[in-house]
């Protein structure tokens, strides 16, 4: 994983603004409307900061024959498109989950499920947790929820379960408290997912008795021994 915590272009930190700026993409030279940029003047957009990083999850995930969503999870991030924080979590945490269910006995076309997974969270913006209230990583696990049920806005009993399957996971989040983390939160919403799988449809994903996070050097705003994912906690 890149040890870049701020910005992809020079590492600074990043401002977010009390209004929009319209700015152009440093990478593909589109111009977009953000409150997020660098103390540079750098920015770049969801889709150029994810590309590579998605296509990697999905290769990644095509190949896994694992049952535990929190090893895959870790796998991944060790990918070098895979920054410390990011919108590709977005996607991450949905097809690892999918992955594990898969290989865990669950009944989907994994190959399938994951383009589905690829287009609904590259759709997620990055930020989210901040400006919306809303973090990627649990509305992830939504998306899977989803997928796994062929749930649409129509739906009767499906339509409350993911629901209520987002809502745990953005409860557990919220508990921890911010700065963001999208390992924390990825973590976090990947765990609750694992469980919400099992008291809803039975089917039982491998789990670790403990998860140390392996990242936390390139999150400056790390909440140290107030995440329950670092190291030597106790």
């Known amino acids: 994983m890149t040890s870049k915590n701020g910005c992809l272009i020079c590492g600074s ?10 700015v152009n993409c440093y990478f593909c030279n589109k111009t ?8 540079e003047g750098h920015y770049v957009c969801d889709s150029c900061h994810s590309k590579e990083g998605i ?7 095509l190949e896994s024959k694992s049952k535990d969503p929190i090893f895959i999870l870790n796998e991944i991030m060790e990918n070098p498109f895979i920054y410390m924080h990011g919108p590709e979590h977005h996607v991450m945490v949905g097809a690892a989950l999918l992955t594990a269910y898969a290989n865990a006995g669950g009944d989907i076309n994994l190959e399938k499920a994951l383009k589905d997974m690829k287009i609904r969270g590259g759709q997620y913006p990055g930020g989210s947790c901040g400006f919306w209230g809303t973090c990627g990583a649990a509305v992830s696990l ?3 929820l989803s997928i796994i049920t062929q749930s649409t806005p129509l739906s009767t009993e499906s339509w409350g379960i993911i629901n209520r ?7 557990e989040i919220g508990k921890l408290g911010g700065p963001r983390c999208c390992k924390r939160n990825s973590f976090t919403a990947a765990l609750t997912g694992a469980d919400y799988v099992l008291e809803n449809f039975g089917v039982k994903m491998d789990i670790p008795d403990q998860v140390t996070c392996r990242f936390f050097r390139n ?5 140290g021994k107030r995440c329950p994912y670092f190291p030597n906690k106790n």
Do not use: P
Not at 13 to 22: C, G, I, K, P, R
Not at 55 to 61: G, K, L, P, R, T
Not at 165 to 171: E, K, Q, S, Y
């Open 13 to 22: 930190e990043l401002t977010y603004l009390d209004e929009e700026a319209e």
């Open 32 to 39: 977009f409307k953000t409150k997020t940029i660098c103390d």
């Open 55 to 61: 296509d990697a999850i999905i290769s990644y995930c």
């Open 142 to 144: 939504g998306m899977f």
């Open 165 to 171: 399957g987002t809502v745990r996971a953005l409860d």
């Open 219 to 223: 999150n400056r705003q790390c909440l």
